[in-house]
């Protein structure tokens, strides 16, 4: 059975761990601390870890999936994600990634295939590196910045008060959404997302 490839996104170092920008790649932690993984580094220039999905104690394994975090700034995610691909042998239609979503509410996980980037700079370097739009995205909600703040500054900023205990919540629903997807498929998956 062919692996997807699972991807969060978010920028390189300890500088910028707790940024809204991050929350794909704290969503990818997540996966890896629920499945005993370690994220290791990759030629493809990615720490990544080969998993498995949906398999309780004593059934039959689950479904098998790379996940990934780019070790490159947001801007240039487009380059470890083809190379991850081609490595793994990964089709197009296996590939997830997980992004941070202004125009989603704080608190929603959102999923879809395709669609355009958002004036997001790192879906926008995937496009260009696999050619196409058509990929699947759990969308994590950051809502809009405050008042008159420049959407840059926003993202490049950890959560506010209010949010910062809301925000494990919002880690765990976007890797239920992830898992639901390589279990369930879009649809069922959407049904599940977009009726709470």
Do not use: C
Request: glycine share 12%; charged share 20%.
């Amino acid at each position: 059975m062919t692996a997807w490839l699972i991807v969060g996104l978010g920028n390189p170092g300890p500088s910028y761990r707790g940024h809204r920008h991050n929350i794909g790649a704290m969503v990818v932690d997540e996966l890896a601390a629920r499945t005993s993984a370690s994220l290791r580094s990759h030629k493809a220039r990615a720490a990544a870890s080969e998993v498995r999905f949906g398999a309780p104690a004593g059934a039959a394994p689950g479904h098998r999936a790379v996940i990934a975090t780019p070790l490159t700034y947001m801007n240039e995610s487009g380059g470890p994600v083809a190379g991850l691909l081609s490595f793994y042998k990964i089709p197009l239609e296996k590939l997830i990634v997980i992004h941070d979503d202004l125009d989603i509410a704080f608190g929603d996980v959102r999923l879809k295939l395709g669609g355009g980037e958002g004036g997001h700079n790192g879906l926008r370097s995937i496009t260009k590196s696999v050619g196409t739009r058509d990929y699947l995205r759990v969308r994590v909600g950051i809502g809009r910045p405050p008042g008159r703040m420049d959407a840059a500054d926003y993202v490049l900023h950890d959560f506010a008060g209010p949010e910062r205990s809301e925000v494990p919540l919002l880690i765990s629903d976007a890797a239920d959404a992830a898992e639901s997807l390589v279990g369930e498929g879009l649809v069922a998956a959407q049904q599940h997302w977009h009726s709470r």
